[in-house]
């Protein structure tokens, strides 16, 4: 019998000072959460909560840790160290503008429990339901990569070096969408930092950054971890 490790649901979230925005993304998160509830049957959720000043969520599901405006690496590691202080098995990754669908994850924590010690791609290399175990990010820092300083894509650096340092320790989800997806397109979605129109004038930049990002955090990962 596959044994079952324990998981929690990490999500970075931010509230801005706008009033519209922030009603948009305390919305969208209290809706990730009942989704959350409903798939994962109440799995806990580790919440690093920016700027959310008096917003306050009661629940005994919940660790929320509150701090001012980290950025999105910094963010990002705050994560990661919580997730590791807590002790749990696996962490599964979430944006506070994350959609849910679905009628159950049960087949997706399945999959993890086969891969203990490992790590496991959703979307390519967006951290959306992305997972991984306390053995692989207990060895690797997250990258110090700024999207909003144009210094590339934290997440395509980060799934990128940890598939070439770790080889051998990481899976590819098999899709099943009926019972559990991530839907969002923050392309096209007003209230995102990733829409379409904001980030135009600014791909060429950031693919190019992109590349030096990769080679540089792969480098340092490579000698914190004494391989050649």
Request: contains cysteine; glycine residues 6%.
């Amino acid at each position: 019998m596959t044994p079952k490790l324990t998981k929690a649901i990490g999500i970075i979230s931010y509230m801005p000072d706008d009033v519209e925005l922030r009603a948009v993304r305390f919305g969208r998160l209290l809706k990730l959460l009942g989704e959350c509830d409903r798939l994962f049957h109440n799995i806990p959720v580790i919440i690093i909560a920016q700027c959310w000043g008096e917003t306050d969520i009661s629940s005994e599901n919940y660790h929320i840790y509150r701090y001012e405006k980290l950025g999105i690496p910094g963010a990002r590691a705050a994560l990661r160290e919580r997730f590791l202080e807590l002790g749990y098995d696996y962490l599964i990754m979430l944006d506070d503008d994350c959609e849910l669908s679905g009628t159950s994850a049960a087949n997706y924590l399945w999959q993890i429990d086969r891969h203990p010690g490992e790590f496991g791609i959703f979307r390519g290399s967006l951290l959306k339901l992305f997972a991984i175990s306390r053995e692989i990010y207990s060895k690797v820092t997250f990258p110090d990569v700024d999207v909003e300083k144009k210094q590339g894509y934290e997440d395509a650096v980060f799934v990128y070096a940890l598939k070439e340092l770790f080889p051998q320790n990481y899976f590819v989800f098999i899709p099943q969408p009926d019972h559990l997806n991530e839907v969002s397109d923050p392309h096209f979605d007003k209230f995102s930092t990733w829409h379409w129109e904001k980030l135009e004038e600014e791909r060429w930049i950031l693919s190019n950054a992109n590349m030096k990002a990769k080679k540089d955090y792969l480098a340092l990962m490579k000698y914190k971890l004494g391989i050649k």
